[in-house]
């Protein structure tokens, strides 16, 4: 199956074009981007053993194709299984997340979960609402990419004053992007987006309970 999408734009120059789905390189200036769209996609395209292929030149605007395998088999009904619901708790959880729609859904989920919850806009928000409270939280969930201060910062932040303190990153992007481009410390806990409730749920669960290896 073959997706294309064309542009009529002006174009990529060779030099650059060898470059477009490496995780972290852009054209944009500092803070106009992170260079890591186009490295997604390509990793969403190789998770599913397709491929992505990119023809450009100035002047000429951009084609990608991408590939897909056909499924031709049978298509079966899933089997519906029943899951119990997660466990719910009542700790106070620090939410750092620029995105407004995912910040009121995992708001909405976590307060479903019966959570008290401290909401950040963005990082600096996130260290100024952690020095109000550092004492009576229990995890932190913070999202790695935010204008002005990001995942990161605001985790080292918090792990000088509660070195105690559970981290939880969410990120659309994925872990080893995020490592090589040092976003995300060796060994950070990442709960990959977009997530269902339920692995919210049972991942906070998971880490405010200390049931984490290592």
């Given amino acids: ?64 194709r991408i590939c897909l395998p056909a499924n031709r088999g ?25 995105d407004a729609v995912v910040r009121e859904l995992t708001v909405e989920i976590l307060i479903e979960g019966g959570y ?6 963005d990082g600096h928000d996130a260290v100024r609402r952690f020095d109000e409270n550092r004492d009576g939280i229990s995890l932190a969930i913070l999202d790695v990419v935010m204008p002005g201060l990001g995942g990161r910062e605001v985790h080292d932040h918090i792990q000088a004053a509660r070195p105690d303190l559970p981290v939880l990153f969410c990120s659309g992007y994925s872990y080893s992007a995020l490592t090589k481009g040092e976003l995300l410390p060796g060994g950070g806990e990442l709960l990959p987006k977009p997530f269902t409730p339920t692995e919210l749920l049972e991942k906070v669960r998971e880490m405010t309970d200390g049931r984490l290896s290592g």
Avoid: C, M, Q
Wanted: glycine share 10%; charged share 30%.
């Fill in 1 to 64: 199956v073959e997706l294309t999408v064309r542009d009529a734009g002006t174009g990529i120059a060779p030099e650059i074009l060898d470059h477009i789905f490496e995780p972290f390189f852009t054209t944009k200036d500092v803070g106009k981007g992170t260079g890591l769209g186009l490295a997604t996609v390509y990793a969403i395209v190789d998770r599913l053993h397709g491929r992505i292929d990119v023809e450009s030149a100035p002047g000429k605007g951009t084609t990608f």
């Fill in 74 to 98: 049978a298509v079966y009904e899933e089997e519906t299984v029943e899951n119990p619901e997660p466990e719910r708790g009542t700790e106070t959880i620090l939410i750092a997340e620029d």
């Fill in 116 to 121: 008290r919850l401290l909401v950040a806009k």
